[in-house]
């Protein structure tokens, strides 16, 4: 799991880990914890100018 305090939009890459697509940190290479996880959902669909699902 990352412990990067801060992960941005243009940080993120996805990788397959067996039958599933992981979000991955571009620097350390490991895959984003729940919160970071979370907080890069609501970022991307903040970005793409989706609104926010409850």
């Given at each position: 799991?990352?412990?990067?305090?801060?992960?941005?939009?243009y940080?993120?890459?996805?990788?397959?880990?067996?039958?599933?697509?992981?979000?991955?940190?571009?620097?350390?290479g490991?895959?984003?914890?729940?919160?970071?996880?979370?907080?890069?959902?609501?970022?991307?669909?903040?970005?793409?100018?989706?609104?926010?699902?409850e």
């Amino acid at each position: 799991m990352c412990e990067c305090p801060k992960v941005h939009l243009y940080e993120v890459e996805f990788k397959l880990a067996g039958m599933r697509v992981v979000p991955t940190h571009k620097n350390c290479g490991d895959s984003l914890n729940e919160k970071q996880a979370e907080s890069f959902r609501k970022d991307l669909v903040k970005s793409w100018g989706f609104e926010e699902e409850e």
